[in-house]
């Protein structure tokens, strides 16, 4: 699954945003592309749109779309 990302600007934040996805539970893999202002997640199981939104939110940025 692809997520764009909005508000990253530097590597820490794409830290700060691999960080957040990797603490839910579930997600097996989880990669930023700075640039493209990207993360592909692979994850173990089903993961409502919603606990991505909020641990984006709570890293300080905002989840634009979900593909």
Known sequence: ??????????????????????GIKGVKKAEVNL???TAEVETK?????????????EAGYTLAKVE
Do not use: S
């Open 1 to 22: 699954m692809k997520l764009y990302v909005d508000g990253m600007t530097c590597e820490h934040c794409k830290m700060h945003v691999e960080q957040a996805l990797k």
């Open 35 to 37: 640039e493209e202002g």
């Open 45 to 57: 199981k089903e993961i409502p749109f919603e606990t991505f939104k909020d641990a984006i939110e």
